[in-house]
């Protein structure tokens, strides 16, 4: 069974960096996304990797737009969200989860990591 | 505001069923069979429960169970339990859109 584990959050300043990993037990043919979720709030969408059979598109919502990148090294089984320019509403637990059908939208995360907290504040 | 519509709560008590609706548009829930339903309690990552609006992964209960009907999806919670309170999203598949199409979420609540 795949399972999913994070890594890299933590307390950033504003105007910060910060690299998340996501180390799966085995995820080739998979599209990866990361997906986040301020306190007490609903899941938000962050963006997504896809497989290599599609070319390891990728695609970011547009509030990460230019200061969120996505990564994965499939020799390592893991994928990584790099955040830049870090702002307060970016606080959230940040979730990566494997969609095994690789598909252009959401078919389904069929596993999740366990999150990770980011929080940004000076 | 999120793309698919869920009622903000819902509640049961315990051996009663419960239905939770997810509204989206024939862009979304009313164009494809990619539905899926999360459960999510407190303090925990969200986990699978329905996928492609009526299928059921290993493992999860079949007092679990989704359905759809034109753009409107639902997931329907027979025999309550406890351990059934929980948070319920639901996401779609969605045409031209990468990220898909997320419910605000649905707190479940057994009496």
């Known amino acids: 069974e795949v399972q999913l584990v994070e890594s890299g959050g933590g307390l950033v300043q504003p105007g910060g960096s910060l690299k998340l990993s996501c180390a799966a037990s085995g995820f080739s043919g998979s599209s990866m996304h990361w997906v986040r979720q301020s306190s007490g709030k609903g899941l938000e969408w962050v963006g997504r990797i896809r497989g290599k059979t599609n070319n390891y598109a990728t695609a970011y919502a547009p509030s990460v737009t230019g200061r969120f990148t996505i990564s994965r090294d499939d020799s390592k089984t893991t994928a990584y969200l790099q955040m830049n320019s870090l702002k307060n509403e970016d606080t959230a637990v940040y979730y990566c989860?494997?969609?095994?059908?690789?598909?252009?939208?959401?078919?389904?995360?069929?596993?999740w990591g366990q999150g990770t907290m980011v929080s940004v504040s000076s | 505001q999120s793309a698919l519509t869920q009622p903000p709560s819902a509640s049961g008590s315990p051996g009663q069923s419960v239905t939770i609706y997810c509204t989206g548009t024939s862009r979304d829930v009313g164009a494809y069979n990619s539905v899926s339903w999360y459960q999510q309690h407190p303090g925990k990552a969200p986990k699978l429960m329905i996928y492609?609006?009526?299928r059921r992964p290993s493992g999860v209960p079949d007092r679990f169970s989704g359905s759809k009907s034109g753009n409107t999806a639902s997931l329907t919670v027979s025999g309550l339990q406890a351990e059934d309170e929980a948070d319920y999203f639901c996401i779609s598949y969605s045409l031209n859109n990468p990220e898909g199409a997320f419910g605000g979420g649905t707190k479940l609540t057994v009496l």
């Open positions: 989860a494997l969609d095994p059908r690789d598909c252009y939208s959401v078919c389904s995360f069929d596993i």
């Open positions: 492609d609006v009526t």
